[in-house]
């Protein structure tokens, strides 16, 4: 356990200091959409992806999604912001 928290130490969140702030405790504002986003296009198919595939599956629907794609082709870059 002193190994991991010495190696993640930067990733653990301060929970108690998030609360303080009126910050969210989960990700699951992002986490559900991404899910749906991804799971429509790859689970279906009964196809295998590879990690890699997946991400950039993700992410490139992510930016259809958002209407980013002037953004991303011309600038290489996307604006962040939640849409419903």
């Known amino acids: 356990?002193?190994?991991?928290?010495?190696?993640?130490?930067?990733?653990?969140?301060?929970?108690?200091?998030?609360?303080?702030?009126?910050?969210?405790?989960?990700?699951?504002?992002?986490?559900k959409p991404n899910d749906l986003v991804v799971s429509a296009r790859q689970k279906p198919t009964g196809m295998s992806w590879s990690k890699k595939g997946?991400?950039?599956?993700?992410?490139?629907t992510a930016v259809r999604r958002n209407k980013e794609e002037q953004n991303w082709l011309q600038k290489g870059r996307i604006a962040f912001k939640l849409v419903a």
Request: aromatic share 8%.
């Open 1 to 31: 356990m002193i190994q991991y928290w010495a190696r993640h130490q930067g990733e653990i969140p301060a929970y108690a200091v998030r609360h303080a702030l009126g910050l969210r405790h989960s990700s699951n504002i992002g986490e």
């Open 54 to 60: 997946s991400v950039g599956l993700a992410s490139v």
